[in-house]
């Protein structure tokens, strides 16, 4: 079984591939119960030109065509980045039962930073939280990336 911090270099590598096409580097990874690897995905927005491609996306779709449905109860979801508003919707609706990520986003995150949609207490949702894992590797890999796109 995977521990989370090894969870998370799976995220890291898919994030990893991302650049290659332009897209922003964030990745994940979707595990079972056991730590067994269901999917993988990573931004594939420029790629696809699909909004909806983030890497979480790509991931939970990933996830649930290799269990052969949507309800991915009492997965994992590992993401190098803070989820948005539209991933953190995801994950609910795919009835993930934890989410681990890396890198807070402090423009877009719903999972605490700027919105907290995971923990509203209106949806009964209880997912398990943990942030902030090896998220000084994930947010220096978005740094490389923007940083000679902004000067």
Known sequence: ML???AAMGLALEEAA???RTGDVPVGAAVLDREGRVLGRGHNLREAQGD???HAEVVALRAAAEAVGGWR???CTLVVTLEPC?????ALLAARIGRLVYGAWDD???AVGSVLDVIRDRRPPTGVEVVAGVRADESAAMLRDFFLPRRT
């Open 72 to 74: 991915l109860d009492g």
């Open 107 to 109: 423009k877009a995150g």
């Open 85 to 89: 508003t539209m991933c953190a919707g």
């Open 17 to 19: 591939l991302a650049p």
């Open 51 to 53: 909004p909806l491609a």
């Open 3 to 5: 521990d989370d911090r």
